[in-house]
Every structure is written in structure tokens, then in C-alpha cells.
């Protein structure tokens, strides 16, 4: 029999804990909640709390860009889920410590535990976004500020953030660049107020690629500059990528081909050493299109030829047309089984099964 430890906490006062630092954290003070919350991790004699409190650590952490302590208190919690002998604690543990390691960039682990908690199907907005059905992809961060609205504001602030920040990003692939600004901006005045350093780092990118839009590379240069340096403070070596894309679509703006091919290079080992093959393939088509204006035929084929390998080992072509994905932006669909065509070529073609693995489709799958 257990006995009875005062210093303990038990299930009514971890819940009230918890919620205090719940509202501290949600009036922005960040360090506060944080000791409130590590307090109940050191006390709580109840399994369900203590398991409640890790995901607001993990979410916490997540959001300041601590990424590292975040995978730790993500493998605590498949600890107690496990203690717990709950089949959904475990899968919410799972994709925490997968989305722990995806922050890390370990891709490999990610798709591991994904596979380990999830079976799924569906589809994200940054997929139609890299698929470029920008209509599609600007659909679901509306939707989401939509429902952020309806719930009010206090907690949902950061919700709403980062719902602003991807309708800024397709705001901006659409051209329309003042609706991206405006979204853009009020994603960014949150993040300063909640100190969400990895949200502020992807707000600078997407004010660099808005000026960039309207070619003011000048003033899209510092803005590239700034948040390569958060994104190196914080670690996120996928954000460096495409930091570096768009610094060197820059310099393909001022015709500076030589310092293009310079930023393509740092790129390139940043996205071959994390296995980003997306940013691989973007690569090679800046890289052919340098190459192109620079008349040099050998190079150019070269990256011809690696573009199309990157499309053919993602299958990024529709099943039907055959042609690829993502060189312009076409109105796509995924199906439940997650395989994407032309929504075009699924109207006209009328079948009910997927082309490629002739499983039945009754519907579009819509997530």
C-alpha cells in the first residue's frame, strides 16, 4: 500500500495548477508557467496530470523554438503513457516525439513514429502549397482563422498567428501582396508579444519573400539576413533552406549569377545533409535556370537531369496526365489514399479507385 506523502500533489490540485499556468502563459508570462508546470511535474501523484502537464511543456517549448528540450519531455510522456496503459495517450505521445524530432530535423525518426501512431490519410497545408494549388492551400489557414474567431480570444492568440502566417504565405504565391503583408503583420505582432522566436523567424522570411515579390530586393535582403539568424539561434536548418532560396532568387533578380550559385551551394549541403529532397529539387531548377542564361549547356543538362530524378523519387507528377507537379500552379486533389492529381484529370477520368494503387476512392479526402 502506498502511503500518504503531504508534499504530493493530487488529482484536484495538479487540474488547478495546470490552468494557472495555463493563464499565465497565455497572458505571456512564458518562465512563470513554465516553473508552475515543472512544479506539478516534480509533485503530481496523478498519471493523467502529469501526462496533461508534459504536453503543455512540449507545446510551451515547441513554441519558443526549444527544440531539444521539447524531445525530452516528449519522451517522458511516452513514459507515463505507457503507465497509463491508455492506447490514446500513447498515440498523442508518438506524435509528440515525432514532431519533436521533424522541429530537429531528423526526418528519418519522424516518419518512423508517425508510422508507429498514426494511419492516416489526408493531406497539410505546406503539401499544397509545395504542390502549388495556391487557391487550395490558401483555404485552410482561412478556415482556421475562422474557427480561431469563434472560439475568442486569450488562448487562441497563438492559433490565430500562425493561421495569419500561412494565409500570408499564400497570399504572397497568389500576388496578392498587400493581403500577405497585412496577414503577415499582425502574425508578427503576436509572436513579438508571446516571444514565439520560431514564428518571428518565419514572419521575416515571408516579409523578405513579399519585398522580394515586388523585386525590392533591397529591402528584402536584412529581412533574409535577420531570420537566418534566428533560425540558426533556434536550429531550424529546414528554415535556413529556404531562407537561402529566397536570397538566391535575389541575386537572379540583380543578375548576380555568380553570388546565386554561391548561396545555391550552402543550400545544397544544408538540404543533401537533412535528406530535403523538395528543397533539392528547387535547387536544381534555379540551378537550370542560371545555367540557362549563362549559355552553359553541360551544367544545364546536368540539373535537368537530377530535377527529374527529385520528381520521379517523390512522385511529384499527377497518375493520370503523367505531368509533374509543382513547376505552376494547378487546382490539385488528394485522395484518401494520399495520392495527389490534377483535379482536372479525376473530373474527366470519372473513375471511383485510385489510378495508382486501385484502392476505392469514394471521395476526395479533405484534411
Keep these: 500500500m502506498r502511503l500518504f506523502n503531504p508534499w504530493e500533489m493530487g488529482q484536484d490540485q495538479t487540474k488547478q495548477q495546470i490552468e494557472k499556468g495555463l493563464h499565465l502563459y497565455q497572458s505571456n ?18 498519471p493523467a496530470g502529469r501526462f496533461r502537464v508534459l504536453g503543455c511543456l512540449i507545446t510551451a517549448h515547441a513554441e519558443m523554438g526549444r527544440y531539444k528540450d521539447m524531445l525530452k519531455f516528449a519522451v517522458v510522456q511516452i513514459d507515463t503513457a505507457r503507465e497509463l496503459e491508455d492506447p490514446d495517450f500513447l498515440t498523442e505521445s508518438y ?44 483555404f485552410f489557414p482561412c478556415k482556421a482563422a ?17 493561421s495569419q502566417y500561412h494565409m500570408a504565405v499564400a497570399y504572397q504565391k497568389l500576388g496578392r501582396l498587400a493581403d500577405a503583408m497585412d496577414c503577415c503583420e499582425e502574425s508578427m505582432k503576436i509572436a513579438l508579444q508571446h516571444g514565439d522566436r520560431p514564428l518571428q523567424a518565419l514572419c521575416l522570411l515571408c516579409f523578405a519573400d513579399i519585398h522580394r515579390s515586388r523585386r525590392d530586393v533591397q529591402t528584402a535582403f536584412p529581412r533574409y539576413d535577420s531570420s537566418m539568424s ?19 532568387k535575389c541575386w537572379m533578380i540583380q543578375k548576380e549569377l555568380d553570388k546565386a550559385l554561391e548561396s545555391i551551394e550552402k543550400a545544397q549541403e544544408l538540404a543533401e545533409g537533412l535528406g530535403n529532397k523538395l528543397g533539392l529539387l528547387k535547387l536544381h531548377c534555379l540551378c537550370e535556370r542560371i545555367y540557362r542564361t549563362k549559355e552553359q549547356q553541360q551544367e544545364l543538362r546536368d540539373h535537368v537531369v537530377k530535377f527529374h530524378e527529385c520528381v520521379e523519387e517523390m512522385e511529384l507528377y ?18 484518401p489514399c494520399s495520392h495527389f492529381f490534377h483535379l482536372k484529370c479525376l473530373q474527366t477520368n470519372g473513375t471511383r479507385g485510385c489510378p ?10 479533405y484534411v
Excluded: H
Excluded at 146 to 162: H, T
Excluded at 356 to 365: M, Y
Design 230 to 248: 534566428i533560425m540558426t539561434e533556434i536550429g531550424n536548418r529546414l528554415g535556413l533552406v529556404q531562407v537561402l532560396l529566397g536570397v538566391t
Design 29 to 46: 508570462q512564458t518562465e512563470k508557467a513554465l516553473r508552475v508546470w515543472m512544479r506539478v511535474l516534480e509533485k503530481s501523484a496523478d
Design 95 to 138: 506524435l509528440n516525439l515525432a514532431r519533436s524530432n521533424e522541429k530537429l530535423c531528423e526526418f528519418q525518426k519522424t516518419i518512423s513514429y508517425c508510422k508507429t501512431c498514426l494511419n492516416m490519410q489526408g493531406t497539410t497545408v505546406s503539401m499544397q502549397l509545395n504542390g502549388q494549388d495556391y487557391e487550395k492551400a490558401l
Design 318 to 335: 499527377c497518375g493520370m496526365c503523367g505531368e509533374s507537379i509543382g513547376e505552376k500552379n494547378n487546382q490539385l486533389q488528394a485522395l
Design 356 to 365: 495508382n494503387c486501385r484502392r476505392l476512392s469514394v471521395k476526395p479526402g
Design 146 to 162: 475562422e474557427l480561431v474567431n469563434d472560439y475568442g480570444k486569450g488562448w487562441s492568440l497563438k492559433y490565430r498567428a500562425m
